[in-house]
């Protein structure tokens, strides 16, 4: 039966995977950046120093899959929100706050850490997917005469997306509300 | 007349410095970041190689010089746009529109050379001060009621300085006055 035994051995491997990003996660959310050694990381996952580097060659090579896998789980997030039942702009509105909302937890990762997971590609792809998702959704809108059609849908998701980057530097979950609705009102049709 | 003598030397040195930095300038905009060597940029300068290190001690310090005066030229532009006579939402709109040009005319930087000038400091207080004209002119304009009063200056400053930063990668100035008309959309009282 070697198909089940490859499939054991891949989830047996994504579960090893898996642990060893969330721990350095939390390693790097108790305790800053600088206390994400392999050596520390291999401890307190349970696992022998040798087989961490089965995984991974370094920490900054840990720390660019766990954000993959953040930016990954975010992009699901927002296209399930996407699809919910609603009015265009409800669903937009939605998909708006989903991002603000990403993107007002992210805050706390510290500059130093965001500079070098945001070199990756993964991002670029992650912003071109959500651009998309906005996009739609205005083209969606404006059909239906509830989103401004004076400018282009791509220039609008251009907007809305730096716009809701704002969310990185407020303070509570009510600011970021505020502020999808005031993005939310650079959208309305003009009178 | 030691003082006049000084302020001849003063104002050699500071054309000097000028002439250095638009060289630096005009070679990085021709020929691309890696034309720019200290060689190079002494000679198109018509200085000596030993002359341009009195000055500079290499190529990135011109390049951070460069960027800082060209910061504080567009920190000026806005203050000087953000004193025009107007109403404080025609002054906003103005002050709006110069800096999402200054983003604008800013994307042919090229990635490589942004992430290198961005990293100083005299940006994050270029941004702190075009935050700060942005909300006074919010503020003005919420007491006039030209501008909605239902969210914070300073917030809604947040979202003006964001949602601009997309001219960054619009195509032409008619895109970019089309950003600053939804952006100030997003900023009128609510009905």
Chains 1, 2 share one sequence.
Not at 104 to 114: I, K, P
Not at 134 to 149: I, K, P, S
Request: aromatic fraction near 4%.
């Amino acid at each position: 039966m070697p198909k089940l035994w490859n499939e054991t051995v891949e989830e047996h491997r994504r579960a090893v995977r898996d642990a060893i990003l969330d721990t350095t996660a939390e390693l790097v959310a108790e305790h800053g950046l600088r206390a994400a050694t392999m050596s520390r990381i291999a401890t307190e996952t349970g696992i022998g120093r040798a087989t961490l580097y089965k995984y991974f060659p370094d920490v900054e090579a840990v720390l660019l899959a766990w954000h993959e896998r953040q930016v990954t789980a975010h992009v699901s997030r927002l296209a399930e929100v996407r699809d919910r039942a609603g009015t265009p702009v409800e669903r937009l509105e939605a998909v708006m706050e989903a991002y603000a909302l990403i993107a007002y937890e992210r805050h706390g990762h510290g500059d130093e850490l965001a500079a070098m997971l945001h070199r990756g590609e993964h991002i670029a792809m992650a912003h071109q997917h959500l651009r998309g998702i906005v996009r739609d959704l205005l083209t969606e809108g404006a059909h239906a005469g509830e989103v401004r059609d004076d400018v282009a849908a791509d220039e609008l998701a251009g907007y809305c997306v730096h716009a809701l980057a704002a969310a990185d530097s407020l303070r509570s979950r009510a600011a970021v509300r505020r502020l999808v609705a005031v993005t939310l009102a650079g959208l309305r049709p003009e009178h």
